[in-house]
Structures are given as structure tokens and as C-alpha cells.
Nanobody, 127 residues
């Protein structure tokens, strides 16, 4: 079964941290690069990070660079997104995605690069 399941979202105050997780099947995790996207209310879905299958290459959107860190534990089939110094503008539904390539392509931030999606986990940053 190719389910992708995110967890770790919640309500946090500005400046605080959260770590999101995403688990999926061996068939997906052992083959593909993976990414994180987010979608705020009334906004388009935005690609914010990608990590290659090996974990050796990562990419970040300018909006999160220096604050967010993507990682993966291939022994646990788990993808992570460590989010530090959260801001109200980070409020969104966060989705993990996989598929297409084993590496982060030049179009890694586009939804069309990914075939598998989770249902999302809500992150709300508010005082």
C-alpha cells in the first residue's frame, strides 16, 4: 500500500519549533527523492524542500532557507522536516510527496515532479 502519512503538526507560538514526520512504504521510500510542500488558506501549494533518495542533496525555498531542515531515515522509512524560528506566515497545511526521480530535479518545487502525496498535517503559528 502506497500511503504517505504526515504527523507532527500543531499550534505553536512565533519563534518556536516543530518537527514534521512522514512515513510511507518501502516501495516508495527506497526509490524516490521526497519533498515537502505547504498550502496556506487561499494560497497555491508551495514546494519548500526536497531531499534526494540518498539524502546527500537537499534544496530549500528561499522562504524557509536557514530555518527549516529536511532529512530522511531510510532505515525507518521516515522523512522529517525540522522547522525552527517559526513565523505566522508559516501557517499552512504541510504535505509530504514522493515519486518521479531518485534525485531532486531542477523542477523539484513543482507538484508535477511527484506522484505520491500525503493528506497533510496542519501547522499554525500564532501568539
Amino acid at each position: 500500500q502506497d500511503d504517505m502519512v504526515e504527523s507532527g503538526g500543531g499550534l505553536v507560538q512565533p519563534g518556536n519549533s516543530l518537527r514534521l514526520s512522514c512515513t510511507t512504504s518501502d516501495a516508495i521510500f527506497d526509490r524516490y527523492a521526497m519533498g515537502w510542500f505547504r498550502q496556506g488558506t487561499g494560497k497555491e501549494r508551495e514546494g519548500i524542500s526536497c531531499i534526494s533518495w540518498s539524502g546527500g542533496t537537499t534544496h530549500y525555498a528561499d522562504s524557509v532557507k536557514g530555518r527549516f531542515t529536511i532529512s530522511r531515515d531510510n532505515s525507518k522509512n521516515t522523512l522529517y522536516l525540522q522547522m525552527n524560528n517559526l513565523e505566522p506566515d508559516d501557517t499552512a497545511m504541510y504535505f509530504c510527496a514522493a515519486g518521479g526521480y531518485s534525485y531532486c530535479s531542477p523542477s523539484w518545487s513543482l507538484q508535477s515532479d511527484y506522484n505520491y502525496w500525503g493528506q497533510g498535517t496542519q501547522v499554525t503559528v500564532s501568539s
